[in-house]
């Protein structure tokens, strides 16, 4: 069964770290790049990046030099590491498929002191 599933979610002060997991069930990355997106609460979702077939990134601006995805392939995981938090990144962190049309459940990340 082909499937995203997503852990990691949490409270968190700004300036700090969490990482978000994507366990990808029958998704072969070395043909498949994968995407996070984010939807904040009363807006779109919106890209936040992705690693391609071959281990590139592409990052939105708004989280570049603080936000890294990278990929397990032998553990069929992504990850969304995000340091140096603010309190706009508050949102539900979706991981996703684009070739399959996959979705993740979403995870959601609160950024508050």
């Known amino acids: 069964q082909v499937q995203l599933v997503e852990s990691g979610g949490g409270l968190v002060q700004p300036g700090g770290s969490l990482r978000l997991s994507c366990r990808a069930s029958?998704?072969?990355?070395?043909?498949?790049?994968m995407a996070w997106y984010r939807q904040a609460p009363g807006k779109q979702r919106e890209f936040v990046g992705d690693?391609?077939?071959?281990?590139?990134?592409y990052y939105t601006d708004s989280v570049k030099g603080r936000f890294t995805i990278s990929r397990d392939i032998d553990r069929h995981t992504v990850y969304l590491q995000m340091n140096s938090l603010k309190s706009e990144d508050t949102a539900v962190y979706y991981c996703?498929?684009?070739?399959?049309?996959?979705w993740g459940q979403g995870m959601q990340v609160t950024v508050s002191s």
């Open positions: 996703n498929s684009p070739r399959k049309n996959l």
């Open positions: 029958g998704i072969d990355f070395n043909t498949n790049v």
């Open positions: 690693i391609t077939e071959i281990g590139t990134n």
